[in-house]
């Protein structure tokens, strides 16, 4: 598996959005799970969201559950995170990761096996 997230991100005024990309490939992408995550500058990274690529199970933060969305476009082996009603906390570089034959729950713990580049997210006020 392969994973390059380093696009989507950008500068924005509080209430706005923005879609952030992570591209994957591999031989059995319907194996892994995938997540989101953020690190604020001088803070620890924490979850953001969960997605199984087979099935498409998704769990959410709740700092961000009704506001962010995760999906995927099997066609581009692309996973992309929505993110809507942007705050100024939401400030962060955002990745993507990706855990092999695991699960939702080890997504939210941060046991990952592959981590992709981070884009930065930037919500004025």
């Known amino acids: 598996l392969m994973c390059s997230c380093g696009s989507g991100g950008g500068l924005v005024q509080a209430g706005g959005s923005l879609r952030l990309a992570c591209v994957a490939s591999?031989?059995?992408?319907?194996?892994?799970?995938m997540g989101w995550f953020r690190q604020a500058q001088g803070k620890e990274r924490e979850f953001v969201a969960a997605?199984?690529?087979?099935?498409?199970?998704?769990d959410y933060a709740d700092s961000v559950k009704g506001r962010f969305t995760v999906y995927r476009d099997n066609a581009k082996n692309t996973l992309y995170l929505q993110l809507n009603s942007l705050k100024p906390e939401d400030t962060a570089v955002y990745h993507c990761?990706?855990?092999?034959?695991?699960?939702?729950?080890?997504?939210?713990?941060?046991?990952?096996?592959?981590w992709g580049k981070g884009t930065l997210v930037t919500v004025s006020s």
């Open positions: 591999g031989r059995t992408l319907m194996s892994y799970y």
């Open positions: 997605f199984s690529w087979s099935g498409g199970v998704t």
């Open positions: 990761a990706a855990a092999f034959m695991k699960s939702v729950v080890a997504v939210t713990k941060g046991d990952m096996d592959y």
